[in-house]
């Protein structure tokens, strides 16, 4: 008897979260779908497919944690949308791009543990339990759906109206879990805590070697927006030479610029592209070596790589015109030109802008 009531709580549980999933999907569904094509930017598309060309050149462990927004541009196809967005409107994408199988992996384990204890609170026959366990059940169901279109993992609003469910269920287990007998052994805990301290302290290392370079950037960006050159660029040559980050060394660039030393700016901006592609570094090299005499056709080519995604940002399509223009290429700088009106209309009201196409 005991044994046909286990099954039938089984099924039950079975159907109840195929229901949830069934109304979840339903109610949701139709905002979801507007959200993806209509009211939404329409870059999502590009967002995943370039999350996608990140795993496939890293399928173990990614690119990096952040390594997704630092590094869409270059991942994205000419002619998909580009938006600096923060993320990739899809957690488990973005996962895969940044952290590569073992976070997917790591995924997998975090949502059977939470699987794990709903399911053995609903089995549990404990109203109170079973109750937290649907409110947890509804929770999942509609993170999974919603995470696959957007990203809610930075929104603490939203997340911890699932978390705190979730603690509450946690906190009513009252006898263990049926974790395996070797992990429960005190010894295997002691060993456990020793690891989790020495990986706690090597992140916090980690992590402060990262705020230290961030903050000598910090210094020297907001140097440069004060007019301090000189500052700005102590600064920003010191992080570029210490941790040869794309961010750091487009800084760097930027200042050497001011500095009038062409040279020097060429191989920054060139260590810069070689991991962002940003179009405003290809202007900043096309503008270096054209005031270092450099060859015309590299000049050119440098341009035509900005305009590569650059012709959807009319302030990229303006800047390449005038270094056309500089060059005496009429035509290209009329074209280039013409991309940034396009785009943007009220550029024609603009007199300087009328004067020069």
Avoid at 85 to 105: F, K, M, S
Avoid at 189 to 202: D, F, K, N
Avoid at 223 to 243: F, K, M, P
Wanted: negative net charge; charged residues 20%; proline residues 4%.
């Amino acid at each position: 008897l005991s044994r046909g009531v286990l099954d039938r709580r089984t099924i039950s549980l079975l159907v109840g979260g195929a229901g949830a999933v069934a109304v979840t999907a339903v109610v949701l569904g139709p905002t979801l779908l507007d959200r993806l094509i209509n009211t939404g930017d329409g870059g999502r598309p590009s967002y995943w497919a370039a999350a996608w060309r990140m795993f496939e050149d890293a399928p173990l462990t990614g690119l990096g944690p952040g390594a997704w927004a630092a590094r869409r541009l270059a991942y994205l196809e000419s002619g998909e949308v580009d938006f600096s967005v923060p993320h990739a409107h899809n957690v488990y994408l973005q996962t895969a791009a940044e952290i590569g199988i073992v976070g997917l992996v790591a995924g997998v384990i975090a949502g059977l543990a939470v699987g794990w204890l709903i399911y053995r609170a609903l089995r549990s026959g404990d109203a109170t339990r079973m109750a937290w366990a649907w409110a947890v059940l509804f929770g999942a169901t509609y993170l999974a759906i919603v995470n696959g279109v957007d990203f809610y993992a930075n929104l603490p609003g939203v997340v911890m109206l699932w978390v705190i469910p979730l603690a509450m269920l946690d906190g009513l287990v009252t006898q263990g879990i049926g974790v395996p007998r070797v992990l429960a052994e005190p010894a295997t805990g002691r060993i456990v805590s020793v690891l989790l301290a020495i990986a706690c302290a090597g992140s916090v290392a980690v992590l402060g070697l990262a705020e230290s370079s961030a903050s000598t950037l910090d210094t020297a960006t907001k140097a440069a927006d004060e007019g301090d050159w000189d500052t700005a660029r102590t600064a920003a040559t010191t992080v570029a030479e210490d941790d040869a980050h794309a961010a750091h060394e487009l800084m760097a660039a930027l200042t050497a610029m001011q500095a009038e030393e062409w040279e020097e700016a060429i191989v920054r901006y060139q260590a810069s592209l070689e991991v962002d592609d940003l179009p405003h570094a290809w202007v900043g090299l096309a503008l270096a070596t054209i005031q270092s005499d450099g060859d015309e056709d590299d000049v050119v080519a440098y341009l035509e790589r900005a305009m590569r995604m650059g012709r959807q940002d009319p302030a990229i399509s303006v800047a390449v015109a005038d270094l056309y223009r500089r060059m005496g290429r009429t035509a290209e700088a009329d074209e280039a030109m013409a991309t940034a009106v396009l785009k943007q209309p009220g550029l024609a009201a603009d007199p300087s802008i009328a004067k020069s196409t």
